[in-house]
T-cell receptor, first 114, second 113 residues
Framework: DAGVIQSPRHEVTEMGQEVTLRCKPI?????LFWYRQTMMRGLELLIY????????DSGMPEDRFSAKMPNASFSTLKIQPSEPRDSAVYFC????????????FGEGSRLTVL | AQSVTQLDSHVSVSEGTPVLLRCNYS??????LFWYVQHPNKGLQLLLK??????LVKGINGFEAEFKKSETSFHLTKPSAHMSDAAEYFC???????????FGAGTRLTVKP
C-alpha cells in the first residue's frame, strides 16, 4: 500500500515567493495533519483536518500560512509570502480517525527560503 | 496542559547492549502515550502506544515501554541494540479528550559497532 505522499521533497525558494506543499493521505484515512520540524522548536502541529474540515488551526504561525483540503485525497499547505524563518521540514500525516493517535507520516518536504 | 520531557537528548550504546530512552509526561487527564522513531531523512513511524490497557506495551523491532503512573514515566527499552536502531526517538502524549498530540524534543540514539 502506498503511504502518505508529499511533494515536493525539496524546495528552495527566495524570500517573498509563494510556496505550495502538497499531500496525499492514505486512502480511507479520515484525518490529516500538518507538522513543521525545526532544530530550534522540534515538531509543531500546524493544523489538522477531520473529514476534510479544519478542526484546529491554532498552530498556524501567521496569516501567511494557509491550508486546504478540497477532498479526501489531497491537501495543500501554502506560504505566501515566504520568509527565511519558514525554512523547515514540513510533514503531512494521516490517521484513520481523529482519536487514534496513530499517525502515518510522509517523508516530509524540506523547505529552504533564501 | 500536557507535555513530555525526554530526559536525554543523545544516548550512545554499543551494539548488543540494552537501550533505555527516558520519557516523563505531565497530563491533567488519563493520557495516551506513544513512541515514534525517525530515521534520517524519513518521516516518523509509530513504535508503540499505551492507551490505558496493559501497562507494559510491546512494539515493533523488539522495543517495549512501561507506563508508570506513580512516576509519570513511559521509558522505552530494548534488550539488545542493533545498528539499524540508530535514529531519533520521540515520546508523545495525547490527552483522552482531544487530539493535541505533544511531541518531546527527541532523543538521538547512536549505536556503536
Amino acid at each position: 500500500d502506498a503511504g502518505v505522499i508529499q511533494s515536493p521533497r525539496h524546495e528552495v525558494t527566495e524570500m517573498g515567493q509563494e510556496v505550495t506543499l502538497r499531500c496525499k493521505p492514505i486512502s480511507g484515512h479520515n484525518s490529516l495533519f500538518w507538522y513543521r520540524q525545526t532544530m530550534m522548536r522540534g515538531l509543531e502541529l500546524l493544523i489538522y483536518f477531520n473529514n476534510n474540515v479544519p478542526i484546529d488551526d491554532s498552530g498556524m504561525p501567521e496569516d501567511r500560512f494557509s491550508a486546504k483540503m478540497p477532498n479526501a485525497s489531497f491537501s495543500t499547505l501554502k506560504i505566501q509570502p515566504s520568509e527565511p524563518r519558514d525554512s523547515a521540514v514540513y510533514f503531512c500525516a494521516s490517521s484513520l480517525s481523529m482519536n487514534t493517535g496513530e499517525l502515518f507520516f510522509g517523508e516530509g518536504s524540506r523547505l529552504t527560503v533564501l | 496542559a500536557q507535555s513530555v520531557t525526554q530526559l536525554d537528548s543523545h544516548v550512545s550504546v554499543s551494539e548488543g547492549t540494552p537501550v533505555l530512552l527516558r520519557c516523563n509526561y505531565s497530563s491533567s487527564y488519563s493520557p495516551s502515550l506513544f513512541w515514534y522513531v525517525q530515521h534520517p531523512n524519513k518521516g516518523l513511524q509509530l513504535l508503540l502506544k499505551y492507551t490505558s490497557a496493559a501497562t507494559l506495551v510491546k512494539g515493533i523491532n523488539g522495543f517495549e515501554a512501561e507506563f508508570k503512573k506513580s512516576e509519570t514515566s513511559f521509558h522505552l527499552t530494548k534488550p539488545s541494540a542493533h545498528m539499524s536502531d540508530a535514529a531519533e526517538y520521540f515520546c508523545v502524549v495525547r490527552p483522552y479528550n482531544n487530539n493535541d498530540m505533544r511531541f518531546g524534543a527527541g532523543t538521538r540514539l547512536t549505536v556503536k559497532p
